[in-house]
Structures are given as C-alpha cells and as structure tokens.
C-alpha cells in the first residue's frame, strides 16, 4: 500500500470499469472500493498469456500451441513466461499451479451457484468478449466439476463480509485462473487426441528396424565422423582468447545487454503503460526510448521477472522525437491522467558500442601491434634464464638441439675434411672424458674458430661434434645479437652463456661471428660501432669467465677469419683455429659418397664419383650437395627409374651456367663470333703445353648472362696449388685467345672479351706486384685495397712506381698477346675448322676435338684422363664406360675461380660483355 500511496496515479489510473462493476453489485460490494491498478494489469495479462491475440484461436489449438502458455511473438516469449508480469506467478515448489487452484473441489449447492453466478457476472463486466466466453465457460465446469475451496471460501467472504479491493482482485485472480485452466484443458485433451492419431499412423508407416539402420549408415554424419572431425580442432589458448573477445564484442554490439529488452510499442502501452506500471521514460539518442517501471510493484507481485531485477529496462525505437511526445501525450489522455501525475519523459545522448570501439580501436591497434612486434622481437630464446631486459630483447635466440632427438649428424655425414675432423674429434673426447685430461693438468681448450668458403661444412662441423659427444647444442648466428635497440647485444650474450652453464657439458655454435667478431678500429675512421665493440667485449668476458671445469665449448664459423678481432683468437678463447678449404679431388669423391648414399642411380660408384668429381674443382660441399638433388630432380622430370651420368653432368651444368636460355635467339653475325671466339680458345687450350684442353663447348646462350660457355680441364689436375710462369703465360694467351680469333677472322672485334681482359690483367698484376715475376719491380709485395685499409686510401707505393707496374704489366699482357697470335696465325684453318663445326653442331665436346685435329700432344695431368680419355695415345686407350659427356645437350663449366689469387687455374665462365653484346672467351 506504501507504493500506491508513493504513486497517486496508480490509484488515479485504475480501471473505470471495474470499480463501477463493484459499485454495481449490491449484494457483495457494499464498500466500493478502487482496485490497485497492479491487480487489474495482473487480471488482464491473464488473456495475453493465453491468448496472444486476444481472441481464441481455434486454428492455433492442437500441437502449434504451447500447450500451457500459448504462443507468444518471437522474441516476447520472456514476457509470457511464469515468472514475467504478464504470467500467473511461480507455482509452488513441486506442485503443478492447477493443484493449488483446483484443491478441495466440491460440488456447489443452489445458493453458491447463484452467489457465484453474480460474482461471474461482476467479474465480466468491462472484459472482451473472448475473455467472457472463457469465463462462461469456468462456470460451467465448476458447476459440473465442483468449486475449488479457496474461491469458495472468497465468494463467502464476499457474501458475509461485502467486497474490498483485496477480495476483488483474488476474485479476478481466481475466475480467470479457472478460465485459462478451462481453455488448457480443452487444448490438452484436443492435443493428446491429435498426438494418438498420429502415432497410429506412424506406427502403421515406420520402417523396419534394418532399413532404418540402413538410413543412419547412409547419413554423412556418423558419430565417428564428428568426433574425428572434432578432434582436428585444435584448441590454441590464444585463438581462443581472441575469438571469445571478437565473440562477445559482436555479441554487444548486435544484442543489447542483458539487463534490456527489447518491446513495440503496442506492448508497451497494452502491457505496462495501461496498467500504470512505467515510472520513466528516458529518449537516448532520439530514436530509442528506455521504459523503466516501477520495481517496487513489479518485484512484490513477480519477485522472479526481469523487470523487477535493479536497472533492467524494457525498450522500443522511435522514428522521430516528435511523433513519440505525440503518442505519449494521446495515450495518457485516453487514460485522463492528470498532467501533474503524467509520465516523465527524460532525452539522454549516449555513445554506441561502435562508436566507443571506433574511437579506441586505432589507439588499441597501435599498443597491440607495439606489443606483438616487442613479442616477437623476443621469441625464440633457447631456454629460460637471464635477464629479459624490456619485453625479453635480450633474451639470447639461440635455438637450442637435443643431442637425443635433434642432432642426427654424426662425423660419418662429414666427409672430405679429415684434418678438420681430426682437430675437432678432440673437443669430443673432452666432453665425453674429461678426466682423462683433468688428471695430467691439462687445461681443456675453451673453443674453436672454423674458417673457410662458405658452404665447406663448418656448421655440419660442428653439428656432427654435438652429435657425437651427445650434448645439447646451442646453434645461434652472430648477426642475431645485433639489434636497433643499445645493450641489447651484451645482454643475449649474457643469457646464451647463462643458459649453456646450465646444460652443461654442451656446445654453443656461434655462425657468422664476423658480424660481431670483426676487428674492433683503432682510429674510429669512418664512426666507430660501441654496440657491436661492447657484444664483442661481452664475448670476450664470457669466455674468460668459464672456469675449466665448466664443460662448456664455444664454436664458432666464419668466413673471414683475416678481420677478427685478435682479442678473440687468442688462447684460452678461440683455442683453435681450424681453416676449411674446398675440397680436394678426393675429398670431392667422399662428399659425393655422402650425398649419393640417398639417391637410386645404377651407374657404377666409383666411375660415377671420380668423373663427376673432376667435373667439379672448386666446388664446395654444398655445392655438391645441390649438384646431387638437381640431378635427381632432373632425372624425376625425365621419368627416368634412375639417375644416370647425363643427369649429373646436367646438374652441373645448371649450378655452374644457369638454365640454358633457349628463347635467346642470336643472330647468324652473332653466333659466328661467339663460334670463332670459343675456337680460338679451345685451339690454344688444345695446342698450349700448360694451358687447358677442352672438354665441352656450346654456343647456346644460359641463364646467368653468358652467350656462349666452355669447360675445360684444369691442367693441374683442379687441386692446383702453385702455379709457374709458364703455366701463368699460357694460360694468359688462350684466355686472349678469343680476341685474337676475332681480329684474325673479322673486319672489327667485338665487346665480349671484356671478361677476358679483366682475368689477365689480374693475373699480370699479381705477378708483377705480388709473385716477383717482373725484374724490373724485383721481389716486393705491394697489398692491394681488398688486403688493406690503408690501401684503400693511399697506394704502397710511389707514383714512379706506379707507373712501372704499369708498364709491367703492359709488357706481360702484350707478351700473351703475341703468343697467343703466333699460334693461332698458324693454327688458322684449324680455328675455322672448330668454329664451322661448332656453328653446325652447337656442342662440342672433347672427343670431336680429337676427331678434328688430333689428339692432343701433351698429357694431361691428374686423373682426367681416365675419366674422359684422349690423352696423346687416345687412339689405342680404351674409352671410359658411361656415356659421352653432355652429348647434343649445353656445355659444362668449371667453377669461377679467382684469377691473380692464389694458384688461379684455368679461365672457366666466359659472360655477357660490358657493351651487352658479349659471349665468353
Ligand atoms: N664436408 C661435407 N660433407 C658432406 N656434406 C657437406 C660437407 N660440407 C657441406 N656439406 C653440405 O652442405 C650443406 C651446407 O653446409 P654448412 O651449412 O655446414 O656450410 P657452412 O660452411 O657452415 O656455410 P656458411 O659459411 O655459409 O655458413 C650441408 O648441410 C651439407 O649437406
């Protein structure tokens, strides 16, 4: 009562009609009284909860309704439920609702069916017409059936006592309860009707049970299936995360939160306004108007609906503000409340979910991102430990192996480097047995510096030395210490040691050491590099600072062992220096073994391996490796069983020279110089004591730039190590002898020999310069710009000097020259007779250069020989097994070889010219 009092217009609201109905009644309403308009809402919500429509539905009877409820709009059906205001209130615990109502049934005597007969009609008055049926027909049935007790004992209140609100309102509560139980039962009895018609039907229909597990089988949904398909979900708990974020910021941003719902405004005014259960109403946006009600009647009646929970609010859309006020005003007119008790109506801008996340999401992007790329700037760390520093930058990245089931390198899979090998074995036998040294007070080296080429095998070196101590293996390379932010260095540094001390015995593999390890400047000429110099320092500490007895051993890879800084190399550090070179011919033939041992090839090994192996000087071990996989993949493309001896030379020729560029088609000028130019140079290789002899040569352009491309055989056997003036001179007159073919044989010369040029004059340089082969500069060592910073800025020596290594120079360069002319002047038909042959055929290959001029006259040195014949007694040697090398196919190469290095062999690529028009010598 305290709220009806709170609330005049509750009171002021309450239905005309139903206090004139108990004014009306003489004999039960002595009192007229107004009854709460609470009680009247409750009394109505009764035909909504039943009957949505508000008629009765003959054709929504049977299994479409809801047997209990009725049905109610999609979306509403919170609003029919039992604990909403528009339901009949919770039933007891464990009791059906129609217990309560249809307890202690007796039948009526004629006074109470007259009593209740006025009271009915009281009660009908001002209800629709569909309610009064259903009313009329409660009657009927309690009248059949019997009354229950408590509206007995209402109606005799009512009798004895006169009519109060309170009896009014149980009188609506219980005459339309036993109206609606009425029409449930009707429904009820009409559905159980239905439901024992139709399962008749089925059963007279159904399959049988075979054919039905037929049908499941048939599914595409077996339970199996789902499970598995299930199972390949993989739960991340990140992507978890994420999709529940990204799920519950859709969800808000397509539903309303919980404590809202939302209503049209037909149910606002039949629900709530009508019954005067709204205390506010507040406009957001203009477009959206929230109902809040008035909790206190809401929660006393429905303690268990929404809308008497704190803050929950119905809500409804609105075109325009205006139309809204309109309405509002027209409905509480309709209902004459008076302007001081009308309805406050409130207007409220608020910001959208979408607004809100709009207005964040750059500013949540950008700490996202920041915090991702910190992430992951300090990922991979090879264990734990050590100071992170900010977001974990300075986390070391090594990657840490397990010797037990990362490491499957053994020193079996090294091959061709057996002194290396040797040298490292001992680092095993320290990890492995350390006692064995402790004991004599030897101090066990702290690490080792692998030196060489890239791709000779350093860090399979060093993999195999893990591999066989059985220790884990920190793998990191130089560069990755290095980073944008100061200290950062020092700091990986710190954490690698950190983490190796407590794996001990273990290896740290550091590649590329150069990229910290180079000399630290003295003059800091050109700005110094204080974060590299202070990762460096921290090297340096960390390796003084293991005690001998921490079995911890530092490798470390490079290819530039000249720029390190000393510092690093000295004992106690870098014990070892261990220098890889490229492989020898044997060492050639080993790696082959090692690499082969995975590929399905018949051809006889030990041919296989020398011949290929010959065909390869200055590979490395991965260039071997790769020649070996392009020959499978070549044999693959062909279909072939096996890979044959065609695929390697293939393979090899591919690594040196490119694809072959068939689509660059050389103009008839064109191909007759580059013809005439190789001829040149394979007539001096052929004719030369100490020059090359010709093994391939083909005019077909390749990919890497080159018009026309030669292979020959290193006359020293490719393993070369030292070189004399007489193989230098013959050597410098066949790569001339491109050019000189040319002026021979043309009105003009061509670009292409520019390569040419530069190999001999690199090689005259050195001879002059660095060999002692020029008496007029004597026995001195000038270093040039690659060798020393100094000469980079100024030359070792005077310009007077300078201007006799020039000459020098000169000399020797014009000296190849004229041999190199002498010869092929006299060999002139021959070089016509080679180029012609080229120009029909293309491929030349060492044989047709035996069937056209002879075999050569010197012996080849090394096992070439033996490999590809043709020696000066070809003619009685037998040939070699497998076929000819690269018959009717492009030509081979050997490898680049740094001419005016050391003991530089034969000239091998020959490329495009400076002018573009280029070919090979
Ligand atoms: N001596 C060898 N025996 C067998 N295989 C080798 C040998 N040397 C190199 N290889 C092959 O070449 C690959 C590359 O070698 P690796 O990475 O050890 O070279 P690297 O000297 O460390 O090169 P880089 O100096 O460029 O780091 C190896 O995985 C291996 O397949």
Redesign the pocket.
């Known amino acids: 009562m305290a709220s009806l009092l709170r609330r005049p217009q509750n009171i002021a609201s309450s239905s005309r009609q139903l206090i004139e109905a108990a004014a009306l009644s003489r004999t039960l309403a002595r009192r007229p009284a107004s009854i709460p308009r609470p009680l009247y809402a409750y009394a109505r919500s009764r035909q909504y909860a039943t009957r949505p429509g508000g008629e009765p539905n003959e054709a929504n009877s049977g299994k479409k309704l809801d047997q209990s409820t009725g049905s109610a709009a999609k979306g509403m059906e919170h609003l029919y439920s039992q604990s909403s205001p528009m339901s009949s209130g919770p039933p007891g615990p464990g009791k059906k609702p129609e217990d309560d109502l249809l307890a202690g049934r007796t039948k009526l005597t004629p006074q109470e069916e007259k009593a209740l007969d006025d009271v009915f009609n009281l009660v009908k008055k001002g209800m629709p017409a569909s309610m009064a049926e259903d009313i009329d027909k409660a009657l009927v049935r309690i009248k059949k059936e019997g009354m229950p007790k408590e509206l007995r004992d209402t109606v005799k209140e009512c009798a004895d006592e006169g009519m109060s609100p309170a009896r009014a309102a149980k009188l609506w509560r219980l005459t339309t309860q036993m109206a609606r139980h009425t029409v449930e039962s009707e429904m009820k009895d009409k559905a159980k009707a239905a439901e024992s018609e139709s399962t008749k039907q089925q059963t007279s229909e159904s399959p049988a049970p075979d054919a039905k597990d037929g049908g499941k089988k048939k599914g595409s949904s077996k339970p199996e299936d789902m499970f598995s398909s299930v199972k390949e979900i993989k739960f991340d708990l990140s992507n978890i995360l994420v999709s529940a974020f990204v799920a519950y910021l859709l969800y808000r941003l397509v539903m309303p939160t919980d404590n809202s719902r939302e209503i049209t405004w037909q149910e606002f005014r039949n629900t709530f306004f009508d019954k005067g259960l709204v205390e506010k109403l507040i406009v957001v946006n203009g477009n959206r108007v929230r109902v809040y009600l008035h909790r206190e009647s809401v929660a006393s009646m429905y303690p268990e609906s929404p809308a008497a929970q704190a803050g929950f609010y119905y809500y409804f859309s609105i075109g325009s503000v205006e139309a809204f006020e309109r309405r509002v005003d027209a409905a509480q007119n309709e209902l004459e409340i008076p302007s001081s008790e009308r309805i406050p109506v409130s207007y409220h801008e608020e910001g959208s979910w979408l607004n809100t996340f709009f207005a964040f999401g750059p500013t949540l992007l950008f700490i996202g991102a920041i915090f991702y790329l910190s992430k992951r700037a300090s990922g991979g760390a090879g264990g734990g430990g050590g100071a992170g520093g900010i977001f974990g930058m300075g986390k070391s990245r090594a990657k840490k192996f397990n010797h037990e089931t990362d490491i499957k390198v053994k020193f079996a899979?090294?091959?061709?480097?057996d002194e290396a090998k040797a040298e490292i074995m001992e680092f095993v036998s320290f990890l492995k047995n350390p006692g064995m040294y402790q004991k004599l007070g030897a101090k066990i080296p702290r690490g080792a510096i692998l030196s060489?080429?890239?791709?000779?095998?350093?860090?399979?070196?060093a993999k195999a030395t893990a591999g066989e101590s059985g220790v884990p293996f920190f793998s990191v390379s130089g560069s990755e210490f290095v980073e944008m932010f100061v200290g950062v260095g020092p700091s990986r540094v710190r954490d690698l040691f950190a983490n190796a001390r407590k794996n001990t015995p273990c290896i740290i593999f550091i590649?590329?050491i150069d990229a910290i390890g180079k000399a630290r400047s003295k003059n800091g000429f050109g700005g110094g590099n204080d974060e590299r110099e202070s990762t460096l320092n921290q090297i340096l500490t960390e390796m003084d600072g293991f005690n001998t007895a921490e079995q911890v051993v530092v490798l470390a890879?490079t290819?530039r062992a000249d720029v390190l800084d000393k510092a690093l190399m000295r004992p106690g550090r870098f014990d070892r220096h261990i220098n890889?070179d490229p492989?020898t011919m044997e060492?050639r033939k080993h790696?082959f073994a090692?690499?082969l041992k995975n590929i399905v090839t018949h051809e006889d090994l030990d041919y296989l391996k020398g011949r290929i192996a010959s065909l390869t000087p200055g590979f490395?071990?991965?260039d071997?490796?790769n020649v070996v996989n392009e020959a499978a993949l070549v044999a693959a493309r062909e279909h072939c069983e096996s890979v044959k001896m065609i695929h390697f030379e293939r393979a090899i020729e591919r690594v040196i020279g490119g694809l072959e560029k068939k689509s660059l088609v050389l103009t008839p000028e064109e191909k007759k110089t580059v013809a005439y130019h190789e001829a040149g140079h394979a007539i001096c290789g052929w004719y030369f004591k100490y020059a090359d002899p010709l093994l391939k040569v083909s005019i077909i352009p390749r990919g890497s730039g080159a018009l026309g491309y030669a292979q020959y055989l290193p006359g020293g056997g490719g393993d070369m190590v030292l070189m004399n003036e007489l193989q230098m001179m013959d050597r410098m007159a066949m790569t001339l002898g491109g050019r000189v073919s040319e002026e021979l044989h043309f009105e003009t010369v061509t670009s292409g020999a520019s390569d040419d040029f530069n190999k001999v004059t690199r090689t005259a340089t050195a001879m002059v310069t660095k060999w002692g082969m020029s008496a007029k500069i004597g026995y001195i060592y000038y270093p040039d710009s690659s060798e020393s910073q100094d000469a980079q800025l100024q030359k070792p020596f005077s310009e007077a000097t300078a201007q006799s290594i020039d000459s020098e120079v000169k000399r020797i360069v014009d000296e190849a020259h004229l041999q190199c002319k002498q010869l092929l002047t006299e060999k002139k038909k021959e070089v016509g007779i080679v180029a012609e042959e080229l120009l029909a055929k293309e491929v030349l290959t060492r044989d047709d250069l035996i069937r056209l001029l002879g075999p050569r006259q010197w012996e080849d040195r090394g096992e070439f020989s033996k490999y590809f014949g043709g020696g000066p007694n070809a003619g009685d040697e037998k040939k070699p097994a497998g076929p000819d090398v690269g018959v009717g196919e492009g030509g081979g190469g050997l490898p680049p070889t740094p001419l005016g290095g050391e003991g530089a062999p034969a000239p091998t690529m020959y490329r495009r010219g400076d002018g573009g028009i280029g070919f090979r010598a």
């Open positions: 899979d090294v091959a061709g480097m060489g080429p890239p791709g000779t095998g350093k860090t399979l070196l590649d590329e890879g290819n890889i492989p060492g790696i090692v690499h490395s071990g991965a071997i490796a």
